[in-house]
């Protein structure tokens, strides 16, 4: 069984820029990404990279957002800049391995950015 931990979640103003990290215990063969979920809301992906560093953003976060991985190292990152408030969520790491299709989760790090 895969962990998944996550960092550097917080308090940001509008405007500000925050790090996510996310570090798996073991080696992650699929696809790794980040949801969101806010509050009273469904977890919706952010952004997600495959094996092979094919990245994808959804809409609202693209050109603000980007995610980047180390295959060596088993982790994910998520640079966020020019944050508005409704970018506050719980942000989770999620990662899949490519043959079992085994799922992981983190634990989710609350993202907040205030007006």
């Known amino acids: 069984q895969v962990q998944l931990v996550e960092s550097g979640g917080g308090l940001v103003q509008a405007g500000g820029s925050l790090r996510l990290s996310c570090a798996a215990s073991g080696t992650i063969t699929g696809s790794m990404g980040w949801y969101r979920q806010p509050p009273g809301n469904q977890r919706e992906l952010v952004a997600s990279i495959t094996r092979d560093l094919r990245t994808n953003y959804t809409d609202s976060v693209k050109g603000r957002f980007t995610i980047s991985r180390d295959i060596i190292k088993h982790t994910v990152s998520l640079q966020m800049n020019n944050l508005k408030p409704e970018d506050s969520a719980v942000y989770y790491c999620?990662?899949?391995?490519?043959?079992?299709?085994?799922?992981?989760w983190g634990q989710g790090t609350q993202v907040t950015v205030s007006a």
């Open positions: 999620n990662a899949e391995q490519y043959w079992s299709k085994a799922i992981y």
